[in-house]
């Protein structure tokens, strides 16, 4: 069975530029997370999707943030513009359902702003 | 909000000894779950072992086990027989269940296995 699937592994970019992450959870995963993990802490919560609709985005700055997930599958994640405290992990995971379901994680974007 | 704590920012263990790694987390909800994830530097986070707050009987996964105390709010992981494969940092997690069921995670412990 493959994995969930995150691309780029890494980017560099300046501040004030965007920047997308894209997000290819397991086959029949309905529920899709964005995590932001800074150097040093756990994974925070970005978002949360239940097929193609959002079940909880409080925690994303929308301000700068964008999430969709396009026809319940794919998922993509912008930043625009960039700023220097965007720099980190982004983990992207499935799951089959919620509650006691296991997440399944990517390996993650690593973004450094400079 | 829920918060997860866990005041271990590193533990060291020789091979083939156990090790056990804290977490305490704050919550007012009656039923939720609770994880323990490990992420070596390859980044992959990998879950290790849950439990079910309703039940009491503690989890076990070979040689990982947990030490569930619903009442004190801890939620500690015991490795058995630490092989040199086991380090790497270790996430406690939380989440309520329900619809909105986004983790919230530790800080977590990095655990250094000694040869």
């Known amino acids: 069975e493959a994995g969930v699937a995150q691309s780029p592994r890494y980017k560099i970019i300046e501040k004030r530029q965007s920047v997308a992450f894209w997000c290819n959870p397991i086959s029949g995963h309905a529920t899709l997370y964005w995590y932001q993990q800074i150097l040093g802490q756990g994974p925070k919560l970005l978002i949360q999707?239940?097929?193609?609709?959002?079940?909880?985005d409080s925690q994303l700055p929308k301000d700068r943030f964008s999430a969709e997930r396009l026809k319940g599958v794919d998922s993509t994640l912008k930043i625009q513009p960039a700023k220097l405290e965007d720099s980190a992990v982004y983990l992207c995971?499935?799951?089959?359902?919620?509650?006691?379901?296991?997440?399944?994680f990517g390996p993650g974007t690593r973004l450094t702003v400079t | 909000a829920q918060t997860v704590t866990q005041s271990q920012p590193e533990m060291s263990v020789q091979e083939a000894e156990t090790v056990t790694l804290s977490c305490t987390y704050d919550?007012?909800?009656?039923?939720?779950?609770l994880f323990w994830y490990k992420q070596p530097p390859s980044r992959q986070m990998i879950l290790v072992i849950r439990q079910e707050a309703y039940k009491q009987q503690n989890a076990t996964e070979n040689r990982f086990s947990v030490n569930f105390q619903k009442a004190a709010k801890s939620f500690s992981l015991k490795i058995s027989d630490s092989q040199l494969g086991d380090a790497a940092m270790y996430f406690c997690a939380y989440n309520s269940g329900g619809g909105a069921d986004g983790l919230t995670f530790g800080k977590g412990t990095h655990l250094i296995i000694q040869p």
């Open positions: 995971a499935s799951s089959l359902g919620t509650g006691f379901h296991e997440q399944y």
């Open positions: 919550t007012s909800e009656s039923d939720y779950y």
């Open positions: 999707f239940q097929n193609n609709g959002v079940v909880d």
